[in-house]
């Protein structure tokens, strides 16, 4: 059995001034920073064996703070691409509340939480309106993460069972839970900074388990 714990970044400074932040990097906050080092606390007990995050900065210094925080400084943080967050196109570092109204504009949509549950609308939405030519399909969105957790626990999988830390981004964690337990997500609203959930890999299905 191989876990995956799929973690939101730390708050960053385009989240601190509300920001969208798609393929946008910007560094940890003081806040960001302190919140990664009280998560990795609660990781003394797992034992870490393997880390993998996106290429940002903020996904990065996340992991690393989180390693060093539980003592698993030695273990090698892995970038990939793959764990980007989506790229949002033209509407990326727009404020956040001028891009959710924007978005609802476009779906006809009234809630939050019916956003989370058309997720897939979200992107097509985002992908068709976009003017830079940058934005994802949901479609390749979900294959890239689909692709990129697959091959880590093939990776992985020669050492038995492992746990492995993978520090993402918020529509990324969305989109995991679209894909792998749709009922969590219609039931959440955001996902916070250094949000934690459980995936789970038994060599056939992902499946969802309890948050940490």
Known sequence: MISFYIVRHGETLLNRINRAQGWSDSPLTENGKKAAVELGDTFRDIGLNAAYTSDTLRAEETAKLILSACDNDGVQVHKDKRLREWC?????????????????????????????????????????????????????????????????????????????????????????????????????????????????????EFRFQETV
């Open 88 to 204: 949002l196109g033209s509407m990326d570092a727009e404020n956040n509340t001028v891009f959710i109204q924007t978005v609802s504009d476009w779906l006809g949509a009234s809630s939050f939480m019916e956003l989370n549950r058309r997720l897939s609308d979200v992107a097509a939405a985002i992908f068709e309106h976009d003017t830079t030519g940058m934005a994802e399909s949901f479609e390749d969105i979900s294959y890239r993460l689909k692709d990129v957790l697959e091959e880590i626990a093939q990776t992985e999988s020669g050492n038995g069972e492992c746990n492995i830390l993978v520090v993402t981004h918020a529509f990324v964690i969305k989109t995991l839970l679209y894909l792998f337990a749709p009922e969590q997500l219609c039931a959440m609203d955001k996902v916070k900074n250094t949000a934690v959930l459980k995936l789970v890999y038994d060599g056939s």
